[in-house]
């Protein structure tokens, strides 16, 4: 069993910077995959595996970075945040075989001046 818990949303004005975490507990083969999702529009906002592969959706990667620590805690830097970043993000967590998918409880991320 996976256990996922995030941190570090909150309010920041446009052109602003933020840092989300996810630290996963549990079961070391569901960790294989850490990343962060978002509510519609969005999907999936990038991904990062144990080897440190990273995926980004769409247009992130220009603005987002995810990076990884071997104690399965996963990063998200938002740099240069718009308006249209704000959303729920959603840390999740596969395993290897891209199943025994895991949900945070999600965190809110409000860019707004």
């Known amino acids: 069993q996976v256990h996922l818990v995030e941190s570090g949303g909150g309010l920041v004005q446009p052109g602003g910077s933020l840092r989300l975490s996810c630290a996963g507990s549990?079961?070391?083969?569901?960790?294989?995959?850490m990343g962060w999702s978002r509510q519609a529009p969005g999907g999936l906002v990038a991904s990062i595996t144990r080897g440190l592969r990273k995926s980004y959706g769409k247009s992130w990667k220009a603005r987002f970075a995810i990076s990884r620590d071997p104690d399965d805690t996963v990063y998200l830097q938002m740099n240069n945040l718009e308006p249209e970043d704000t959303a729920v993000y959603y840390c999740?967590?596969?395993?290897?075989?891209?199943?025994?998918?895991?949900w945070g409880q999600g965190t809110q991320v409000t860019v707004s001046s």
């Open positions: 549990g079961s070391k083969p569901g960790l294989f995959t």
């Open positions: 999740f967590a596969r395993d290897i075989y891209g199943s025994g998918e895991t």
